[in-house]
């Protein structure tokens, strides 16, 4: 029997594991609250998913190597098609966060920088949000499940590696850097990018 040896290495650092659960748990509570207007939640939640967006934006340029959008395109971290569909999710997101800032129901619930901005600019991104930029959150959710359930099916589940950060690969590969002080790094980014936007924007 020909058994190959598999080497583990570390493909997604902490923080973008952490990144990811979150990032799941807060697009699913933003649907959810808008579903059954609850909007003063869904409003909290949709802001912590663009400070959450902005930590990513950043932590592809000083994150683990897997992660930083570099790495991108080169296996093992994704091939082609899982990178094309980050990329793309991630970009959706934000767009969904941006428009929702300046979005107005005209009857009782508005985005933070609806004030700050003319009404054009208001009713096009209301419309973006609830419209193209809905259903494309709901599309790429779905979408992504299905990639993912297609892969366990193929006995190659991505999921493991999610949770503790390892990739069982067959060829040698350097690791993303996931120790203490790069989880540190995340944390101060975090801690920033919070405070940055309750002073600009909440305040
Ligand atoms: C609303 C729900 C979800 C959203 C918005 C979402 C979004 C994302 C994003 C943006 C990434 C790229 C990670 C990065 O590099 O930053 C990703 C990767 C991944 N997600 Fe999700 N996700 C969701 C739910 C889930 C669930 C429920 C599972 C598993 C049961 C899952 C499994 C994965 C896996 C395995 C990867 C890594 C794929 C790879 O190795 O190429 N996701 N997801
Ligand atoms: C990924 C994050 C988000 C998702 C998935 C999302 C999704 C939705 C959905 C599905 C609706 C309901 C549309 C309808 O009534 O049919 C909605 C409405 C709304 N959202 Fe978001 N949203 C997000 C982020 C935000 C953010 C960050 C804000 C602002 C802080 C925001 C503000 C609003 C407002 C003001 C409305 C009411 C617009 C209207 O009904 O005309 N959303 N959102």
Redesign the pocket.
């Known amino acids: 029997m020909n058994v190959a040896r598999l080497n583990r290495v570390r493909i997604w650092d902490l923080p ?1 594991r952490l ?2 659960w979150v ?2 748990v807060l ?2 509570g933003a649907l959810l609250t808008a579903e059954f207007g609850a909007m003063a939640w869904h409003m909290r939640l949709g802001q912590a998913t663009l400070v959450l967006l902005a930590f ?1 934006l950043l932590w592809g340029f000083v994150g683990g190597r897997w ?1 930083r959008f570099a790495g991108f395109f080169r296996e093992p971290g ?1 091939d082609w098609k ?1 990178s094309a569909s ?1 990329l793309v ?2 970009a959706w ?1 934000i767009a969904q966060v941006l428009s929702g800032m300046v979005a107005d129901d005209e009857i009782m619930t508005a985005g933070p920088l609806r004030p700050r901005v003319s009404d054009g600019l208001s009713e096009l991104g209301t419309h973006w949000h609830v419209a193209w930029g809905q259903w494309g959150v709901y599309a790429l ?1 779905v979408l ?2 299905v990639a ?1 359930a297609w892969q366990v099916l193929r006995g190659r589940s ?2 493991m ?2 949770v503790t950060g390892d990739k069982e690969l067959t060829e040698a590969a350097p690791a993303s850097r996931d120790d203490l002080r790069s989880r540190l790094l995340a944390l101060g980014l975090i801690a920033l990018i919070t405070c940055g936007y309750v002073v600009s924007i909440a305040a």
Do not use: D, K
């Open positions: 973008t990144f990811h990032l799941a697009v699913t990513r992660s994704h899982g980050v999710m991630l997101l959710v992504h499940l993912v991505l999921v590696p999610m």
